[in-house]
């Protein structure tokens, strides 16, 4: 809404807010009072195949050392109206949402203009971010570079510390650019300086190798289990070795309060079944 820009409170003072979160999950959930993590990665090369992702194994790692797991990714191209659109989405939720990519000058970048439409606020010059490209290109920054200091009306700045082009935030969404070299010591300022408090116990994962059984075998187990362990997640994988035979990783995941016994009623009815199985090391 307009005028209501990042709401800079600690991370847990969030925690006790509704979360409603769709469509691609990773395999744990995110607790219901706490925000999702939300991955939005942009750029019409990426779904050509022009460039492979490269934000999402570094995200993935960033926030699972601050004990948090990614909720969601989205890969978008440069379309501005399917990016107003997801963003007029995310906005209506309370998710914590890093978007990487389309925030130039040039006519294929579009986030910022999606993100000033879906908020239904103008596209202005942010007068710190003018001040930092003039600082740092002089005479060149106009009339071009200064473009990308406009921002969604209401936008914190991002510094960037390799030239001085700063991205945003509005609200608990982030924009990055798509340069690894500049988002990801930006993504680390605003994890330093907007959420110094998030955290929560890294999920740990118990898994077993299942030889010469379909899961439909197994799925009543695994129904059962579901049920009995709500706070867990059961995952699946099936393959096929050389010899025609089949495997199948079945596993849970989750806190360490609730794995080691969801884990034991897996353990226990794949043996009952019969199927011979290994238990993997715990992870």
Known sequence: MPGDPLRERPFEDRSKRHVTTSAVRCTVATPTNTPG????????????????????????????????????????????????AFLRGSFARDDLVFCFGGIGATPDDHTRQAAAAALGVPVVAHPEAVAFIEQQFGAAAHPHRVLMAEFPQGALIIPNPVNRVAAFSV????????????????????????????????????????????????????????????????FSLPSFVVDGKRRLELGVRGASADVDEAFEHLRAGVAASGFPFQVVERS
């Open 37 to 84: 993590i939300v991955a939005l990665i942009i750029g019409d090369e990426l779904l050509t195949g022009k460039r492979q992702d490269k934000h999402l194994p570094h995200l993935i790692e960033t926030f699972r050392a601050r004990g948090r797991e990614i909720d969601e990714v989205h890969y978008l191209g440069d379309d501005r109206a399917r990016l107003t």
């Open 171 to 234: 609200r608990d969404h982030h924009f990055f650019p798509g340069f690894p070299q500049m988002a990801w010591p930006m993504l680390d300022w605003v994890l330093a300086t907007h959420y110094p408090s998030m955290g929560g116990e890294a999920a740990i994962e118990r898994m077993m190798v299942v030889h010469d059984a379909g899961e439909s075998q197994l799925l009543p187990l695994m129904n059962e289990n579901v049920a009995r362990y709500p706070r867990v997640r059961l």
